[in-house]
């Protein structure tokens, strides 16, 4: 991927999230279809316990990195970045049980299909800023275009 680092935008910019719980600490390299974060691994994460974080917490960076991508996309179209739902994991394997305190991760989500919708599939990894493999998945998310009336149909 890439992307000059003076265009990349802050990662809080991307997400419908607040502190604490961006999980992401920015955005590595940018394209239309895909997006490479990293998050640094530290006492005050969440879900950090004993200096460490289990690596089931991988699911939730790589939806918080798909999300980011969708967030570009709403930037790039001067739309407002909107909530958006992780509907599915398929075949996540992680090649380790923690993720460990110090360790720095690299998140990679990149758009795999996209239906008119809202319903997509990213394909997501987590590696090493080696290349290392650490874990890896398929999800499948869904951001309708009223998330009021998505919650409350009864509304």
């Not at 089931?56 to 798909?66: H, L, N």
């Not at 758009?111 to 997501?124: I, K, P, T, V, Y």
């Not at 290349?131 to 275009?145: I, K, N, R």
Request: proline letters at 8%; charged letters at 25%; a negative charge.
């Amino acid at each position: 991927m890439s992307c000059k680092p003076e265009f990349l935008p802050p990662i809080a910019d991307l997400l419908p999230h607040a502190a604490p719980m961006i999980l992401l600490d920015r955005v590595v390299a940018l394209r239309p279809d895909a997006i490479e974060t990293e998050l640094v691994i530290h006492d005050a994460s969440p879900f950090c316990e004993h200096g460490r974080v289990g690596a089931w917490v991988g699911i939730e960076y790589m939806a918080q990195s798909a999300a980011a991508l969708v967030g570009a996309d709403a930037l790039r179209a001067g739309q407002p970045v909107r909530v958006g739902f992780l509907v599915g994991t398929r075949d996540y394997r992680a090649d380790t049980p923690w993720f460990h305190r110090g360790e720095v991760l690299r998140v990679f989500a990149e758009r795999e299909f996209q239906a008119d919708n809202g319903m997509a599939a990213m394909r997501c990894r987590i590696a090493r800023p080696d290349g290392t493999p650490l874990a890896a998945c398929l999800l499948s998310v869904y951001q309708p275009d009223d998330v009021t009336r998505f919650l409350h149909p009864e509304a």
